[in-house]
């Protein structure tokens, strides 16, 4: 067994806390294998509950501002320093670094995050993604590798579009948390659902590869997502359906005998427990903790609260927050007083809801949620005076976390790097499309970038 161990990160897309290990009713015998093995992490969290924001975070180790991702990769942002990523790190730390499938944190050769081997990457669904990773690990061991690897796969489910399913298949389905039970909503998580077992059986031909080619006692492996479902309420929001997350931990002791951990914990805090379980120091921009003495201790707190951010997704809607196990509190950087449409992906739930009225639900500058009276974060206590003190400290902690982190919200307004791309929110940018950010700073309509060429 090599000194250091394997480590393999699977990584799906969109699918927030949705799988069986806790507790919905989606067919996911991989993951629960992980679990039932392994560690599971009840209350983990994203420290930005959008696609780029929140693997920056992940594997960086820092907040998504800090990283350099403030909005999406494809829509103009990057890291500001990619020799940050774990990759680099565990590449310089004596590791083979090898990626399949889907990352979204740079455009072009992923080489320059410290990815040694670069898989097929033409296409990023679970089958295809998992396939690859599979053979690369039987020509490891063919080969008589002798160093310990990295190996990140990611998948593109379950994020839209869904898997098509016919109407009956929603019969019977219970809609996620949060939303009506109606037809609509039913298909529309059947869907999600399909999305989601498809993810799983990719999880399931990698575990497999690592139990056939002796690997399991030498290997730790993290499964986890990105944020919370692609439906309204829940990714793009900074309540407990968008930032919540699955993460399982399987690997030698103490990652073993089916422990449950229901401290929090966030994603910045994968990072720091890689380098400690590999011998490796922890870099200076390290933010996060390690959960590792969770995995001797479930009981043992290491983090008293959570910040996690929006500033850009398809729109910009500036938000930070601040989660502790009793208390969310969100506080909103702009004037807009509705949900901010652009930033929910489209689908049969969100079109139910818009016919519902749910564009003029109105958003208070600052909520804060009783996590233990109200889970998911849907009736904003702010104006109760009697948490009016817990509001005050927890809005102080925030402010102190911004100021730390050098959070550039504070100087006003986040602008888009030139070249960037953002969509229009009700009249405050030019109407239609996608917007390019010009030199001067002026929005330039996307169809008339696209008429140049």
């Known amino acids: 067994m090599n000194q250091q161990p394997n480590i393999v990160y699977l990584h799906g897309h969109d699918i927030g806390q949705h799988v069986g290990p806790l507790g ?107 396939r690859d990773a599979v053979s690369w690990l039987e020509g490891y061991i063919a080969s008589g590798g002798d160093r310990p690897f990295f190996l990140d796969a990611g998948t593109f489910e379950a994020h839209r579009e869904f898997p098509e399913l016919p109407a009956e298949a929603g019969r019977y389905v219970q809609p996620l948390p949060g939303l009506p039970d109606a037809p609509a909503t039913r298909i529309d998580t059947a869907r999600f659902e399909a999305g989601i ?55 030698p002791a103490p990652w073993t005998g089916g422990k449950v951990v229901d401290q929090l914990v966030s994603n910045i805090d994968i990072y720091p427990t890689i380098c400690d379980v590999a011998g490796i120091e922890r870099p200076a921009w390290l933010q996060g903790v390690s959960i590792a003495p969770l995995a001797v201790d479930p009981s043992t707190a290491v983090r008293d609260a959570h910040v996690a951010e929006i500033t850009y997704h398809a729109a910009y809607e500036p938000v930070r927050a601040i989660r502790t196990a009793r208390w969310t509190l969100i506080r909103r950087f702009d004037d807009y007083p509705h949900p901010v449409l652009p930033n929910c992906d489209e689908g049969e739930s969100k079109t139910y809801l818009l016919e519902h009225g749910w564009e003029h639900t109105e958003l208070a500058p600052v909520q804060i949620y009783d996590n233990a009276l109200d889970p998911l974060n849907q009736k904003n206590i702010i104006d109760d005076p009697q948490h009016a003190s817990v509001a005050t400290e927890l809005l102080a902690r925030l402010d102190a976390w911004m100021m730390e982190t050098d959070d550039p919200l504070r100087n006003g307004p986040v602008r888009l790097p030139v070249g960037g791309l953002t969509a229009p929110v009700d009249g405050r940018t030019p109407e239609g499309g996608l917007l390019q950010v010009a030199e001067d700073g002026s929005f330039v309509p996307y169809t008339q970038v696209l008429a140049q060429f």
């Open 24 to 130: 919905f009713a989606v067919h996911t015998p991989n993951i629960q294998r992980l679990a039932n093995d392994g560690v599971l992490f009840r209350n983990a969290h994203t420290a930005g509950p959008t696609c780029s924001t929140s693997r920056a975070a992940l594997l960086t180790g820092q907040s998504p501002h800090n990283a350099g991702m403030l909005g999406l990769n494809h829509r103009g942002f990057g890291l500001y320093d990619p020799s940050q990523h774990l990759a680099t790190t565990l590449s310089r730390g004596g590791y083979e670094t090898v990626i399949a499938g889907f990352q979204h944190v740079v455009q072009g050769d992923p080489t320059v995050l410290g990815y040694t081997t670069v898989l097929d990457r033409s296409d990023h669904h679970a089958d295809a993604v998992m």
């Open 197 to 251: 077992a498809d993810f799983d059986r990719g999880v399931g031909q990698v575990l497999d590869a690592i139990d056939r080619l002796g690997l399991a006692e030498s290997t730790i492996v993290i499964c986890t997502t990105d944020h919370g479902p692609p439906f309204p309420r829940m990714k793009c929001n900074l309540t407990f359906t968008g930032t919540a997350v699955m993460l399982v931990m399987r690997g």
